[in-house]
């Protein structure tokens, strides 16, 4: 009973305390939000460029390990962004305490500090502006999509010279109809490599899963980027726990200073009596 009475207080001396300090609340969205948008679209090509890269590594044939691996892929990128917003989040909410404590004191605060204070929505806004043109590229694409059915290919060359017989030439004619390349396809092309992890799960065989991909493709482009906003929201608590460790840190200090005070007391007296 004693053991476990010390290794519960041994788990929460590890837990960190929180110390909450009052903060300015400030705007949903300002020009920074803006600015931290467009770096999420730049954290999208990064994560086209290792979709593409990894991709084809991770087409696994067993189902399990298919599955798996693609979700840790976009997990890992989901996790990026969160500790981007769990970074700016900490950030606002340390702006947001120095301009409440300014506006206390009297001093001069300029709006653009106070805009720029955390907000709870403000993390979904940046996530807005960041996936903004991909679900301009993937809502047509979702609208637009149809199921994938096998297509004629080229013909051997010994076929051609059947090609001049009437009930022949005009079946052949179907294969060598040229189908245009348009911009509907060039956004399906950019979509789908946004949306690769996802493709590889359904893999190109099954026509009717990579149809649900197409049709769900402006949720699933948004996935990575829900890590921001999310991360975004624990600002607040990684303030608190950087007051709590500063909180610690005075009463250790303290601790160390009524200790050192107590044994330069004890020597004094043992001084004394020899005296």
């Not at 996790?79 to 120095?98: F, K, P, S, V, W």
């Not at 994938?148 to 004619?173: C, D, F, K, N, R």
């Not at 990575?224 to 009463?251: F, Q, T």
Request: net charge positive; charged share 25%; glycine share 6%.
């Amino acid at each position: 009973m004693q053991n476990t009475a010390n290794k519960n207080k041994r788990k929460g001396a590890k837990k960190r305390e929180l110390v909450y300090a009052p903060y300015q609340r400030g705007d949903w969205h300002d020009k920074t939000a803006v600015r931290r948008g467009l770096s999420i679209l730049t954290y999208y090509l990064v994560f086209a460029f290792l979709y593409v890269l990894l991709g084809a590594t991770l087409q696994f044939d067993n189902a399990i390990l298919r599955v798996a691996g693609n979700l840790v892929l976009v997990l890992a990128c989901a996790m990026l962004l969160y500790m981007n917003g769990a970074r700016d989040g900490e950030a606002d909410t340390a702006l947001g305490e120095i301009v409440l404590t300014r506006a206390k004191t009297g001093k001069a605060v300029s709006p653009e500090d106070s805009r720029r204070c955390f907000h709870p929505a403000k993390g979904f806004f940046v996530m807005g502006v960041g996936v903004a043109l991909l679900l301009v590229l993937s809502i047509p694409n979702a609208m637009t999509a149809q199921k994938q059915v096998y297509t004629l290919q080229s013909l051997p060359t010994w076929v051609s010279a059947y090609g001049e017989q009437e009930e022949i030439a005009l079946p052949l004619a179907y294969y060598r109809r040229e189908v245009a390349f348009g911009v509907l396809d060039v956004i399906r092309l950019i979509v789908r490599v946004l949306v690769f992890p996802f493709a590889n799960i359904a893999t190109a065989d099954n026509a009717d899963a990579m149809l649900l991909v197409d049709r769900l493709s402006p949720l699933l482009v948004m996935l990575p980027a829900l890590g921001y906003p999310l991360g975004y929201l624990s600002g607040p608590r990684a303030r608190a726990m950087v007051h709590g460790d500063i909180n610690n840190h005075e009463k250790r200090r303290q601790r160390r200073n009524r200790k050192a005070d107590r044994a330069k007391k004890e020597r004094l007296e043992k001084k004394n009596e020899i005296i």
